[in-house]
């Protein structure tokens, strides 16, 4: 059975950091490209950083020099640091893991940002 858990989420003040993590159970992961994804209140689910086998990394451009992705294949686990987080942050995250056709999500971690 796969299954993606996502951790790290919580309340933080703008300014503020934190780092996500996505672990994989059930796959080998570092054979996935992995996505971070937040899912604002009142709209659709987005893409924000991506990375695939070779640790190639993407970003969105409102996330670029603030939030790094980054994977452990030895713990298959992605990870998302998040720097100077803007109430505009606030979301739910989940990760994505993507081999061809074959694509599973996480359940999400909520991220808050306000003072």
């Known amino acids: 059975q796969v299954q993606l858990v996502e951790s790290g989420g919580g309340l933080v003040e703008p300014g503020g950091s934190l780092r996500l993590s996505c672990t994989a159970s059930?796959?080998?992961?570092?054979?996935?490209?992995v996505g971070w994804y937040r899912q604002s209140p009142g709209k659709e689910r987005e893409l924000l950083a991506g990375?695939?086998?070779?640790?190639?990394?993407n970003y969105v451009d409102s996330v670029k020099g603030r939030f790094t992705i980054s994977r452990d294949n030895a713990n298959n686990t992605v990870f998302l640091q998040m720097n100077n987080l803007k109430p505009e942050d606030t979301g739910v995250f989940y990760c994505?893991?993507?081999?061809?056709?074959?694509?599973?999500w996480g359940q999400g971690t909520q991220v808050t940002v306000s003072s």
């Open positions: 994505k893991a993507q081999l061809i056709n074959l694509e599973y």
């Open positions: 059930g796959i080998t992961f570092g054979a996935y490209v």
């Open positions: 990375i695939g086998i070779d640790h190639k990394t």
